[in-house]
């Protein structure tokens, strides 16, 4: 997860790039939503809009795609400690255009709406969002995978006979195992990517919650994460063996925490090309 040791890997990064963090601010700043994703060949005419979901905390605010007709499998993500902003409904959107109905959402919602900050820099904004990320613990993500995949089983876009999807990125890696864990009979298929926490020595480590679990995984690990906790992956290729559910678990080389969102300092386009196509085919599969 975003730490002092993944913030002296995006120092290290720029370095070799040889830009500051202020160059790099200015230049993704500068670029907006020039950080244009491929189109799935063969894309689906999507409808896309900005929706509130409620929570018995709340209301949250949501970004809903999916494609123009029919019923097609629900999918949850879980933006990464940034939380939701123009990346992630791009990403949202892309994957509605290869056939699921998709609710991307704002964890913070019940401090603030979005968009939470305006810089990537998690050296710049980390005091920000600490106190945001301490506000949600595993309780908080149950009940909020609850709600909002009720929300999209009442969708018509949404095929509630087929099994859903959920995928996270940095802090929501961990969530996708607690929303596969608290609704077993309704997620298929789980990916996490660059997750932060997914293996901890506390009795709420995610990883002790794959028993409960039915869903298929995807584990992307960022090359410094897996430095950082080198037994983690490990632990969880035993967890999802024992439970018998297939899981591919892999270290993406030259890829650093946060590496597959395009607005990322450290955003790696082929490895996070690698990575989508890999979650293209588990849901393929899975759902």
């Known amino acids: 997860m975003c730490d002092e040791r993944t913030d002296a890997a995006v120092t290290r990064y720029l370095e070799q790039k040889k830009l500051t963090r202020r160059q790099f601010g200015a230049v993704s700043a500068g670029a907006g939503l020039a950080f244009l994703l491929p189109r799935p060949a063969n894309a689906q005419e999507v409808t896309e809009a900005e929706i509130d979901v409620t929570t018995p905390d709340g209301v949250c605010d949501s970004y809903f795609v999916h494609p ?7 999918v949850l993500i879980w933006p990464d400690a940034f939380g939701l902003r123009p990346a992630k409904r791009q990403m949202a959107k892309r994957l509605a255009e290869s056939g699921y109905s998709v609710l991307v959402v704002n ?14 820099d998690f050296a710049e904004v980390g005091g920000i969002l600490r106190p945001l990320m301490g506000t949600l613990n595993a309780e908080t993500h149950m009940s909020d995978a609850r709600a909002f995949v009720s929300f999209l089983d009442g969708q018509a876009s949404v095929d509630s006979n087929r099994k859903m999807g ?15 864990a608290a609704l077993p009979d309704r997620i298929g298929a789980g990916a996490s990517f660059h997750g ?16 409960q679990m039915t869903a298929h995984y995807l584990f992307a690990i ?10 983690a992956k490990n632990v969880l290729r ?10 591919e678990i892999e270290v993406y080389e030259g890829a650093l925490h946060g590496w597959c969102p395009p607005d990322t300092l450290v955003y790696h386009e082929a490895q996070a090309e690698r990575a989508w196509s890999r979650l293209l085919a588990l849901f393929e599969s899975a759902l």
């Open 238 to 247: 035993e967890a999802f063996d024992a439970a018998g559910l297939p899981a």
């Open 68 to 74: 123009a007709s029919g019923a097609h499998p629900g």
């Open 222 to 231: 960022a090359e410094n994460d897996d430095e950082n906790e080198p037994e």
């Open 166 to 180: 959920t995928m996270g990125y940095c802090m929501g890696g961990p969530i996708t195992m607690r929303t596969a």
């Open 196 to 211: 932060g926490g997914l293996v901890t020595d506390q009795p709420d480590s995610p990883h002790l919650l794959v028993p």
């Open 107 to 120: 964890q913070y919602y019940r401090s603030q709406r979005a968009p939470i900050v305006e810089s990537r």
